[in-house]
C-alpha cells in the first residue's frame, strides 16, 4: 500500500451541497464508508484531489416504512441492514446479503449507496502501483489492453456487490439524485455491461435511497456466494433467489440474479416456463443449467472461469431446491 495523497475533504449537511461541490470540483469523488475506494486511492488506483463525503446528510441515514414499501439510505450501513427485523422478516436475502459483505467491522462502515456503486474488480487491476508498474497497466487503468481478453477493445472486470442481486430478485428502485434533479429508477438500470463505466450514472448524480416494494414483501428468498476466504473476500460467484409458491406447492413467481460472474448483476431470464408447476428435479437442472449459460465468467481472479461457472449454477439449484422444500 501506498501512503494516503494529498487530497480536499468536503462534508455537507445535505444533498443539494453535495451535488453543488461535485459538480464544481469534477474530478471529485463520493465517499461514504470508504472499505473499497480508499483501498483503492491508497494503491494508487484512484487518484482524486477532492473527496465528498456523505455520512452528515441525515435523510440518506434511515431505513423508514412508507405506504408502498420501505425505504432505505443510500448512507445505511451494512450492519444496520444485516440487523433490521423488517428486512430480515420481508426481505431476507437482502440481509443475508449484507452480513455475508467481508467482515464485521467492514460492514460497521460499509453503506448500502458504497455497495450497490461498487467498482468493477478484476486480477490485473485491483493490485498495487508497483505491481502494475511491472506487469503493464490494463484497459481499466491507464493501459490500452485488457490483460482477460487481449484481442479484444473492452474491459471485462467483474461487477462483485452483494447487495445488488439480492435487490433485483425484489424489484428495487432507486432515487437517483443530481445536478437536473431527482429520478426514481429501476435498480437494474443503474448498471450496464461495461467493466470499465459500469454504472449508468451521469455527471455529479448520487444514489440517494432504495426502495423496495410492498407488493414482494414476505416472499422467501436466500443469498449465497462461494469466495476464496469466507471471512473476508470478495465473491467468486454469488446467486440471490426469491421464491413464492402458493397452492399444491406451485410455484407463482421466481426471481434468480447473480453476482461476480458478469461485468454487471445479471438477472436470469426465461425462467417462466417455472410458473404454475412444481420443482422437481428436472426443474432444478433447468435452473442450474440457465443459471450457467447466462453467467460469463472471464480470468478476473485466480479461479479458473468454468470452476465459477459450475459453482453459481450449483449454488442457484441448491438455494431453489431449498427454498421449495
Known amino acids: ?24 470540483h469534477a474530478e471529485a469523488r463520493y465517499v461514504a464508508g470508504g472499505t473499497d475506494m ?3 486511492v491508497r494503491r494508487g488506483i484512484e487518484q482524486p484531489q477532492s473527496l465528498v ?10 431505513i423508514t416504512e412508507v405506504d408502498d414499501g420501505l425505504q432505505i439510505g443510500a448512507n445505511v450501513t451494512l450492519r444496520n441492514v444485516r440487523e433490521n427485523q423488517i428486512i430480515q422478516q420481508n426481505y431476507p436475502c437482502i440481509a443475508e446479503a449484507a452480513g455475508s459483505v467481508a467482515g464485521p467491522t467492514h460492514q460497521q462502515y460499509g453503506t448500502v449507496g458504497g455497495n450497490l456503486c461498487l467498482d468493477t474488480r478484476c486480477l490485473f487491476y485491483n493490485q498495487s502501483e508497483w505491481w502494475r508498474q ?19 477493445k473492452r474491459c471485462f472486470a467483474a461487477f462483485s456487490g452483494d447487495l445488488a ?20 429508477i429501476p435498480l437494474l438500470e443503474l448498471y450496464r455491461d461495461d467493466g470499465m463505466a459500469h454504472l449508468t450514472l451521469g455527471p455529479g448524480e448520487l444514489v440517494e435511497r432504495v ?18 476466504r469466507g471471512s473476508i473476500d470478495f465473491p467468486l ?48 437442472d433447468f435452473i442450474r443449467d440457465a443459471v450457467r449459460k447466462q453467467s460469463k465468467p472471464m480470468r478476473t481472479t485466480t479461479v479458473a472461469p468454468w470452476y465459477r461457472r459450475r459453482v453459481v449454477g450449483a449454488l442457484a439449484r441448491r438455494l431453489a431446491a431449498e427454498l421449495s422444500a
Open 165 to 184: 442481486p439480492s435487490m433485483l430478485v425484489y424489484e428495487a428502485e432507486i432515487n437517483v439524485v443530481g445536478p437536473s434533479g431527482s429520478r426514481r
Open 134 to 152: 511491472s506487469n503493464d497497466y490494463c484497459l481499466k487503468e491507464r493501459g490500452d489492453t485488457c490483460h482477460v481478453a487481449p484481442s479484444g
Open 38 to 40: 480508499i483501498v483503492n
Open 53 to 62: 463525503d456523505l455520512t452528515s446528510i441525515s435523510n440518506m441515514n434511515d
Open 237 to 284: 460467484a454469488g446467486v440471490a433467489i426469491r421464491l413464492r409458491k402458493g397452492k399444491g406447492n406451485a410455484v407463482e413467481d421466481v426471481a434468480i440474479a447473480l453476482t461476480a460472474v458478469n461485468p454487471y448483476p445479471k438477472i436470469i431470464s426465461g425462467l417462466q416456463g417455472l410458473i404454475d408447476g412444481n420443482l422437481g428435479e428436472d426443474e432444478l
Open 211 to 228: 426502495h423496495l416494494p410492498m407488493a414482494l414483501a414476505g416472499d422467501p428468498s436466500r443469498y449465497e456466494k462461494a469466495r476464496i
Open 1 to 24: 500500500m501506498e501512503f494516503m495523497p494529498n487530497f480536499k475533504l468536503y462534508r455537507p449537511d445535505n444533498v443539494d451541497d453535495a451535488i453543488k461541490i461535485k459538480t464544481e
